[in-house]
């Protein structure tokens, strides 16, 4: 099981990471744009997918991982339990998510 130290010391391993809070709660940004945000609960990731059908594929295959609630309806965003995650998986998902709102400038010095 991951935890909230874990996501923020893997979240601001990646380039031109910074924690800032959003809606009260802990969040990641890449320059401007939000990749990650722990959620009031404490234990709960949200993650922007790359598409409403990515989503429900992943609730589909991992619903013990992965949910969504009426909320996120409409949104390219997934939730992740902290406890059904290893710190290699959270690196994973983190690095997925940054990459989706890194600005190109950033991910092509990252992927050189």
Known sequence: ???EDDVRRIALELPE???RPMHG???FYVKARWFARIREEG???VLP???EEHKRELVAAEPGTFFTLPHYDGYAAVLVRFGALDAEELAE???D???LR???RVLAAFDA
């Open 97 to 99: 998510a940054w990459r």
């Open 1 to 3: 099981m991951v935890t």
């Open 43 to 45: 234990d709960v990731l």
């Open 102 to 104: 890194a600005p190109k």
């Open 93 to 95: 998902l983190l690095t």
């Open 25 to 27: 709660t802990p969040a």
């Open 17 to 19: 990471t910074a924690e």
């Open 49 to 51: 997918v790359a598409s």
